[in-house]
């Protein structure tokens, strides 16, 4: 019996070694992709892609405004304004925020970007809470929702002015978003489905919240937060209904 006690002992410090490991490989993989910036550019009409190389985030500029969805990590909020001014706008002109997500690849640059502009940011029911609290009480995370070295823990807290539930549309003079609740990566995850005008086209832009399954999660009783596996089969369902002529992932 001690023989076999000590090698649980064993394999449980060996498996938690390869935890640290593990997560200090990624954390560092993540670091590198989203301190780097992307080359910013137009999509189509009035759409750019003003994220780094490995986190987006998407600008809508309009004649009474602009829309930023998603901050991602806390360093990538500079990389984001930059690429902004890139373009010729300004930070300052961005007069709504929104997110897909409460993780702090999504919701990490969101305070910096707040001060910088004065906008409003606009986060679903679900992830309103996590957000506000800066990524504390985020069940998704289950066992390792205390271990910032996953590169998924705490970021700074941003002002959370405005709460929506599935379906609200959020309009900016001629821009209109409509929030679709996509939950199970996260309670409150949220595509964007929205119009975008390219000469004499007008097309169907969709921002699809994240899917991923993270290791830890569970979709079978002890569920990692209770309708779990429910949420993520409507998710797909919603998904698969939304028509979609330029994709944003």
């Known amino acids: 019996m001690r023989h076999l006690a000590r090698r649980r002992r064993i394999l449980l410090g060996a498996a938690a070694t390869l935890v640290v490991v593990l997560g200090t490989l990624w954390r ?22 003003v994220g780094a190389t490995g986190v987006t985030s998407f600008l809508l500029t309009g004649p009474e405004g602009d829309v930023l969805i998603d901050g991602g990590y806390p360093e990538t909020a500079p990389l ?6 890139r373009l010729g706008f300004h930070i300052s002109d961005v007069r709504v925020l929104l997110n897909t997500h409460a993780h702090s690849d ?12 004065g906008a409003e940011l606009w986060i679903s029911e679900g992830d309103a809470d996590v957000v506000a609290a800066g990524g504390a009480g985020d069940r ?18 941003p002002r959370v002015d405005h709460r929506f539930t599935d379906g609200t549309t959020i ?41 991923t399954l993270l290791p830890f999660m569970s979709l079978v009783p002890p569920e990692t937060y209770p309708g779990i596996r429910a949420d993520f089969e409507r998710s797909f369902r919603v998904l698969r209904s939304l028509p979609a002529d330029i994709f944003l992932g």
């Open 106 to 117: 999504h919701a990490g640059g969101l305070r910096a970007l707040q001060q910088a502009s």
């Open 28 to 49: 560092s993989a993540i670091k590198r992709n989203r301190s780097i910036p992307d080359q910013p550019f137009r999509i189509a009409g009035n759409l750019y892609y």
């Open 80 to 85: 984001i304004m930059q690429s902004i001014a």
């Open 171 to 211: 309009r900016l003079g001629p821009i209109e978003l409509t929030a679709h609740v996509t939950a199970g990566h996260t309670p409150g995850c949220t595509s964007w489905s929205f119009p975008v005008r390219d000469g004499d086209r007008e097309l169907l832009a969709v921002d699809v919240c994240s899917l």
């Open 140 to 157: 998704t995370l289950g066992p390792f929702r205390h271990l910032g070295f996953l590169g998924l823990g705490r970021f700074p807290a």
